[in-house]
């Protein structure tokens, strides 16, 4: 699932129209895709699991904060 999402992301960087699409499906794929795939190595791997679950966490904490820091300078050269 993780894979798949993040090849819709990827089609879409291709497809989309201006940055701020773009930036959208890539935001939403780049967080949620590696995060669905580190729980699908979680269930593999019991031993690492406090290991996956950090990455996990800094992954879902860095991916929208980088997403929002890199639209904001959009719009800032924007103006």
Known sequence: MGTVLSLYG????????????????LGVS???GPAL???GV???WFEQIPK?????LITLITGPLVTHVVAKMYVRRKQ
């Open 10 to 25: 990827t089609i879409g960087l291709i497809k989309a129209k201006n940055n701020v699409h773009r930036l959208h499906f």
């Open 30 to 32: 780049d967080t949620v």
């Open 37 to 39: 795939m580190m729980i």
């Open 42 to 44: 979680m269930i593999n």
């Open 52 to 56: 996956i679950f950090l990455v996990l």
